[in-house]
C-alpha cells in the first residue's frame, strides 16, 4: 500500500436498530419525494454571456409583468390560459442549467421542487403518471418552481409503433405531463442535454428555449474567480487570466472538478510545496478533458439502432391505447393522493 494512504475503517456497521422504516404507500413516497427545498443560488452569482441573461429576463419579465401584459395589454386575448410559464434549459452537462433554475426560484421569492426523471419513472406501469400528477399538484399547492431535470427522458418522442406495455407506459406517461402542463399555472422549467429527442408537443408548449453553451475565455476567467477560492494558496504565476486560456471546452462544473482535483494534488505536500502549482492545474485540466472523450461517450459502433418515431396527440392513438389512456387518466383524477402543504 503507497505511503500516506490509509485504510478505510469500515468496521462500523450503521446501527441496525435504527433501521429507517420502509415506506409502502406510494403516496407516502412522492411526500418524502417532491419536498420544496429554498433555492441556495442567485442571478448574481450565475456567470453566463449577455445573450443568455437576456433571454433569461425576459422569460422573467413574462412573469413579473403578468398583470401588465395580460390585463393591461390584453395578451389574454390570445393566450386565455395564460398563466403557465414553461421554459427550456439546454446545453453540455455543468453550464449551469440546474445552478439558473434555482436562481429563478430564489429571484422569484419562490421555494423550488427539483423532480429527475429515475424519481418519477416507477417499474411498475401506471405508477409514473401518478408520481407526475402527484409532482404537478405538490408545486400548485406550494407555489413552488417545478424543475425536471434530465427532461429529455420524460419529455421524448411519443412511440407510434407500440407493442409492448411499458412502451403503453411510456405513452401514457407523455400524454399525461402533456394534460398537466396545460393545467398548471405556474412556473416549470426543463433542463436537458438532449433537446433532440423533445417531443413537439412539448416544443411547443414552452415559452422559451434558452441554450446554455459552453464559457468563452472571458466567461471562464469570471467562473475561475468565482470557483477558486482565495483561501487555496497557489504559485504566484496562477492567475484567474492564465487558467482562462489553458481551459478552453470547460465547462463550469467542469472547472469546479479541475480545483477539487488540483487542490487535492497539492494539500498532501508540506512546506513551500503546500500550495498549488501550475503543473498541478495542467494534470487535473488534462484529466478532466480525458474523462469528457472517453466516458459516457457512445461510439458509433456501440450506438443502439435507432427507433423510429413520430409525434403522436392523444387522438391519434390506436382505440385501444386510447381506451387505456382515458382509463388511466380517470383512474389519476380518483386516486391522486390529497398531498399536505
Ligand atoms: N454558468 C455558471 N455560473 C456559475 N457557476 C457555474 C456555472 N456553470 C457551472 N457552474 C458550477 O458548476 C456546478 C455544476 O453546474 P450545474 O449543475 O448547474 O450544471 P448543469 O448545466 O445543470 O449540468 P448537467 O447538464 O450535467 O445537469 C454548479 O453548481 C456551479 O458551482
Ligand atoms: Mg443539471
Redesign the pocket.
Known sequence: MPVNWKKIDDSKKPSQEKAIPKLEAPEMQQLETFLPKQPQ?CLA????SESILDQIQTTLNRILHHDTLYNTWNLKKIDPQGRRTAIN?F???????????EAIAHHLGKSIITVNYSEIESKYVGETPKNITAAFKKAQEADAVLFF??ADSILGKRLTNVTQSADHGVNISRSVMLLQLDDFDGVVIF???LPENYDGAFVRRILAHIE?EL?DEA?RFR?WD??LPDQVPRSQDVSAKWLATQSEGL???D??NVVKLAASQAVVRSGDQWQVFQSDFQAAINQVRRGKEKVGVVSAQNAPPMIRETILSPDELSPELRDRYEASVLQLSANTPELDA
Open positions: 443560488r452569482d450565475l456567470i453566463v434549459f446545453g453540455p452537462p455543468g453550464t449551469g442549467k440546474t445552478f439558473c433554475a431535470d434530465e433542463a436537458s442535454n446554455f464559457p466567461c467562473l468565482y470557483l465547462s463550469g462544473g472547472i469546479l
